[in-house]
């Protein structure tokens, strides 16, 4: 199967290209948000590298969040267009489900974080490979209060080495691959998910928010003041 996961969640875009007979191949950079610019680019230079056409794809692969609410629109716009014209599955993915199941041999908590600015920040807590949480927009004093008598937790995700060095304590510990992109998990997990729903995600599926974002709240804000 020739499969392309795309991640634009974060300030750090990530493509990862899985492919049936040819070396798979990875990107990932900081473009801080700037992903609406260069995601169709890179995503034809991987193509081109690979020696594939995008006909030649079987499966597209996106984050579904949570994350930036631009980011995550653009590649799921992306991988939706290209599925439509390809007509090819797309399966829209967590990467905190994806860091969660990855990251299943550490013997305490996984906690992905991702970023959800005014001092939150978006988790799943993990253990074993299973959930032990619903998708969680908290504050970092409030994720880490979920753990229970202090377990060892391991920090992974775009903001894990931020927080790992503002909350020193023993029983934290830092993923050493924290600043990847997970698109490769993406790829990963997604090929396995596909194996379960080959039709992929049905035609509704969007993003997974936690929160409204700017110009919604900005909206309910001008619609009090009126009314």
């Not at 993406?186 to 194996?195: H, I, P, S």
Request: glycine fraction near 8%.
């Amino acid at each position: 199967m020739n499969l392309l996961a795309l991640d634009t969640a974060t300030e750090h875009m990530g493509l990862s290209l899985k492919t049936s007979e040819k070396a798979d191949l990875f990107f990932s950079a900081r473009l801080g948000l700037k992903h609406a610019q260069s995601l169709l680019l890179w995503i034809d230079r991987l193509l081109e590298q690979a020696g594939l056409e995008p006909r030649e794809l079987n499966a597209l692969v996106v984050n579904r969040g949570p994350g930036s609410f631009t980011g995550l629109r653009i590649a799921m716009a992306t991988a939706k267009g290209m599925s439509q014209a390809l007509g090819i599955p797309m399966i829209s993915l967590s990467a905190l489900d994806c860091y969660g199941q990855s990251l299943d041999y550490f013997p305490g908590l996984i906690i992905p974080l991702v970023d959800a600015r005014k001092k939150r920040y978006y988790t799943r807590i993990y253990q074993h490979g299973q959930p032990q949480s619903d998708y969680l927009d908290l504050s970092i004093e409030e994720i880490l209060a979920l753990r229970k008598n202090n377990q060892p937790a391991l920090l992974t995700g775009s903001a894990a080495r931020k927080i790992f060095m503002e909350h020193k304590q023993s029983d934290l510990f830092l993923d050493p691959h924290w600043d990847l992109s997970p698109a490769d998990l993406l790829a990963e997990w997604g090929q396995k998910a596909l194996e379960q729903n080959p039709k992929g995600d049905e035609p509704g599926q969007g993003p997974l928010y936690l929160r409204k974002s700017e110009a919604e709240l900005s909206l309910e804000e001008r619609q009090k003041i009126d009314s």
